[in-house]
């Protein structure tokens, strides 16, 4: 069974930054797509930035692109999200999810999620 363990996350005021980690803990794939997906109360989950780490495709959303980046710097099977200049809207819980086939948006073709962290953006 492919786990996911995330850390990171936490509070902050706008302007701040925080870093997020996923790791998986059971390589059974060769390459994944690994990324987040958030949800702030009241409104749907969204997806935020994913990595083929079979190829090393990004993906950021608009909303984030230029703040946000996605690093592997270690073992290809943990991700890092540096989030800079955080906003308040920013805020929400921020779940990793990792496919063995899938790299795009439709949270529903995610097979793993992991447990969700919360980060907070104060004004």
């Known amino acids: 069974q492919v786990q996911l363990v995330e850390s990171g996350g936490g509070s902050v005021q706008a302007g701040g930054s925080l870093s997020l980690s996923c790791g998986v803990s059971?390589?059974?794939?060769?390459?994944?797509?690994m990324g987040w997906f958030r949800q702030a109360p009241g409104r749907e989950r969204e997806g935020v930035a994913f990595?083929?780490?079979?190829?090393?495709?990004?993906y950021y959303a608009d909303s984030v692109k230029g703040r946000f980046t996605l690093s592997q710097p270690h073992a290809k099977n943990t991700l890092y999200l540096q989030m800079n200049n955080l906003k308040p809207e920013d805020t929400a819980m921020y779940y990793c999810?990792?496919?063995?086939?899938?790299?795009?948006?439709?949270?529903?073709?995610?097979?793993?999620w992991g447990q969700g962290t919360q980060v907070t953006v104060s004004s």
């Open positions: 990595y083929w780490t079979g190829g090393g495709s990004k």
């Open positions: 059971r390589d059974r794939y060769s390459s994944y797509c």
């Open positions: 999810a990792a496919s063995s086939y899938y790299f795009g948006l439709d949270r529903g073709l995610y097979t793993y």
